[in-house]
């Protein structure tokens, strides 16, 4: 009789538990819905809001990113990032926003970055390690996408041509 009444005891902590998810997710969505919360991400994670007390204690800044579109949309940012903080910034932006509009989209960021680079005051950020502030980006700064072709020093063969190339050379051989 005992196993009965625990297993029953499982069963209804089980479904008390599902209950207590289901009115925090549902509390969550209620807060994350209020006008005065609006720059917080859908499912954020412990970084943003870290940034975002940043930012509201001065200690991180909000950057307005300019598409070739013309459309544009902000991020924060921690006052001692570098491009590379910047781009991943970006990157995980673009993503939640593709999210809520289109559902799962693939965009190759290797091929974005080698076509496209951001630029500030007609100054283009190419060095990753660089501080944002050596650039002049300040809070409410403008970043823009501009077109950019890296030179051919830095830009390795792929591994399918190198392939092709020693395989035509074995057949002539």
């Given at each position: 009789m005992e196993s009965s009444s625990k297993g029953e005891d499982e069963v209804g902590g089980y479904n008390s538990s599902n209950v207590k998810k289901a009115k925090l997710q549902s509390t969550l969505a209620a807060v994350?819905?209020?006008?005065?919360?609006?720059?917080?991400?859908?499912?954020?994670?412990?970084?943003?809001?870290?940034?975002?007390?940043?930012?509201?204690?001065?200690?991180?800044?909000?950057?307005?990113?300019?598409?070739?579109?013309?459309?544009?949309?902000?991020?924060?940012?921690?006052?001692?990032?570098?491009?590379?903080?910047?781009?991943?910034?970006?990157?995980?932006?673009?993503?939640?926003?593709e999210q809520s509009k289109m559902g799962h989209r693939h965009i190759s960021w290797k091929k974005v970055w080698a076509n496209f680079a951001l630029s500030c005051h007609n100054q283009k950020l190419l060095d990753d390690n660089a501080a944002l502030q050596d650039f002049g980006i300040r809070n409410n700064s403008q970043v823009h996408f501009v077109s950019y072709v890296m030179s051919k020093g830095f830009r390795r063969q792929s591994k399918r041509r190198k392939h092709r190339f020693f395989h035509g050379l074995n057949k002539r051989a």
């Open positions: 994350l819905d209020d006008p005065i919360l609006s720059d917080v991400p859908k499912k954020p994670t412990l970084s943003d809001v870290d940034t975002l007390i940043s930012l509201e204690m001065g200690s991180a800044m909000r950057i307005s990113v300019k598409k070739l579109d013309g459309t544009s949309f902000d991020i924060a940012v921690m006052n001692s990032a570098t491009v590379k903080d910047l781009k991943l910034a970006i990157k995980k932006k673009v993503i939640e926003m």
